[in-house]
């Protein structure tokens, strides 16, 4: 496991690269109030392009001793060596089948990682994002935040889900559905 205090570091860095938002697990390590990350850093790019600008991006990686692979679907992903493990930072735009709203990457906020203020979206919308996804692990964990929400450990917001499920147009029908059938009723 990888303290978030690193991974503030390492997201400090790639401030310098480009602005971002993240809008991964690390949305709900965050919320929490988690110390350690056990996945990778999924991020949203605001100011460059994973397509037009490989290059930009693959010097980044040479500069800063960062190996480079690809994310599932061919996005860059950097490998950053942290002690004796390995942080995994993946580059997200919209592509695609992989489509986060507008309004999602605007409402985000500011929150501490480590020394770093990093943008990340609200909890809400990462749930309607993992909703949309809806693999096999994005319902595991679905089910574990209806369950938090209901212990009263987290809260959510069913007014901004109710608003912004409609920015993702013709799937917003089916994410109400499944998260009506996990527990979240609209």
């Known amino acids: ?28 390590d965050v919320t929490l109030g988690r110390k350690n990350v056990e996945s990778d850093i999924d991020v949203f790019l605001t100011s460059i392009s994973v397509f037009t600008d490989e290059d930009v991006i693959d010097d980044f990686s040479q500069r800063h001793g960062w190996d480079l692979g690809k994310t599932p679907i061919d996005t860059p992903r950097f490998l950053v060596p942290i002690a004796d493990d390995q942080l995994q930072i993946d580059l997200y735009e919209n592509i695609q089948d992989f489509f986060v709203p507008p309004i999602v990457i605007e409402s985000s906020t500011e929150k501490k990682i480590g020394d770093f203020s990093a943008k990340i979206i609200l909890l809400e919308d990462y749930i309607l994002l993992k909703a949309n996804a809806f693999r096999e692990e994005d319902e595991r964990e679905l089910k574990e ?19 912004h499920v409609e920015h993702f147009e013709e799937n917003s029908k089916s994410i109400k559905e499944r998260l009506n059938s996990i527990g979240i009723k609209f």
């Open 1 to 28: 496991m990888i303290q978030l205090a690193q991974v503030g570091d390492v997201l400090k860095e790639l401030s310098s690269l480009t602005d971002f938002v993240i809008i991964g697990d690390t949305v709900l």
């Open 145 to 163: 935040i209806v369950k938090m929400v209901g212990e009263r450990k987290i809260v959510i917001n069913k007014e901004i889900l109710l608003e």
